[in-house]
């Protein structure tokens, strides 16, 4: 089982109703239609950014339904999300009956295991899943680093195949584009355009709710070797993704996403909204995304 995970990916926000009385499963609908024809590769539901780990069981399989039916065949991702082994053993088995892409994993949180341990952890759900599987690398948010060593074992495994990488780590980066037993996706947004020009094979990242179609076109320019035209679309993006992580994510994309009218200004507690002065210079930033001319 393979699948190619390269290109554009968008984490997909949660909508939530006002007051927080569930999800808003129309506005959800609305923005994977209309994210569908942007040219981007797929979406990863149940991301961090999808607020994942703050939506109940019920929540979350009610979401990765209502996105696999919107995508009408765009691959879709799903993030896993567990707190212990036994509990993402048993999510997995529940996500192997979706016809999903593969399976987004980070390294439990808060355990913080030897290096050893992780590998058996990544490689038990490995050997149980029927999706590919990719590795979710984000020590800020779990508390412990994969080492390089550790994630070339794990390339080796035939179900791992792809890796979010948000480690910050430009050599670890390069190591496994060199490497190339892993597809090697951005995740942390500033760090696209680097990871593409070393030979990465796409993005997961938040950003590209707000014109995903130059993220695209970016990726594009620069497969093409049209390098200058990349770096053009990457400095004019670069302000927004700047202040997208201005404050907690995803308090200021859903701000803007608001603001435009998209959905209701609602987070799961206890994440906040975006200051208002925040949300207002956002708008601004996202009304000066015109780059037509290239």
């Known amino acids: 089982m393979s699948f190619d995970f390269s290109g554009i990916w968008i984490p997909l926000i949660t909508p939530l109703q006002a007051d927080d009385?569930?999800?808003?499963?129309?506005?959800?609908?609305?923005?994977v239609q209309q994210y569908r024809s942007s040219g981007i590769r797929g979406f990863a539901s149940l991301s961090t950014t999808g607020e994942a780990s703050l939506l109940c069981a019920e929540e979350q399989d009610a979401v990765l339904a209502t996105t696999l039916a919107a995508a009408q065949g765009l691959p879709v991702i799903a993030g896993l999300t567990a707190s212990t082994f036994k509990q993402?053993?048993?999510?997995?088995?529940?996500?192997?009956?979706?016809?999903?892409?593969?399976?987004?994993?980070s390294s439990p949180s808060y355990i913080r295991p030897s290096q050893q341990g992780l590998v058996e952890y990544f490689s038990r759900l490995a050997d149980i899943s029927e999706k590919p599987l990719v590795i979710y690398e984000i020590?800020?948010?779990?508390?412990?680093?994969?080492?390089?060593?550790?994630?070339?074992?794990?390339a080796r495994h035939p179900n791992i195949q792809a890796i979010k990488d948000c480690a910050g780590s430009l050599a670890i980066t390069q190591?496994?584009?060199?490497?190339?037993?892993?597809?090697?996706?951005a995740g942390e947004d500033f760090n696209i355009f680097n990871t593409l020009c070393m030979g990465g094979h796409g993005a997961i990242a938040a950003a590209t709710h707000i014109r995903p179609d130059l993220y695209v076109t970016m990726m594009q320019a620069i497969q093409a070797g049209q390098l200058a035209?990349?770096?053009?679309?990457?400095?004019?993006?670069?302000?927004?993704?700047?202040q997208l992580?201005?404050?907690?994510?995803?308090?200021?994309?859903?701000?803007?996403?608001?603001?435009?009218?998209?959905?209701?200004?609602?987070?799961?507690?206890?994440?906040?909204?975006?200051?208002?002065?925040?949300?207002?210079?956002?708008?601004?930033?996202?009304?000066q995304l015109d780059i037509s001319y290239l």
């Open 21 to 31: 009385e569930g999800v808003d499963h129309t506005a959800l609908t609305r923005l």
């Open 88 to 105: 993402a053993c048993e999510r997995m088995h529940q996500l192997n009956r979706y016809e999903i892409a593969g399976i987004m994993l």
């Open 139 to 154: 020590p800020y948010r779990t508390g412990i680093s994969l080492e390089l060593s550790s994630l070339l074992t794990l």
């Open 175 to 185: 190591a496994l584009i060199i490497d190339g037993h892993l597809q090697v996706l």
């Open 229 to 242: 035209k990349a770096q053009q679309i990457f400095a004019s993006v670069s302000p927004l993704i700047q």
């Open 245 to 287: 992580f201005a404050e907690p994510n995803p308090a200021p994309l859903k701000g803007l996403l608001a603001q435009q009218g998209q959905i209701a200004n609602q987070l799961r507690f206890p994440l906040l909204p975006a200051s208002t002065g925040l949300v207002e210079q956002l708008g601004h930033l996202a009304e």
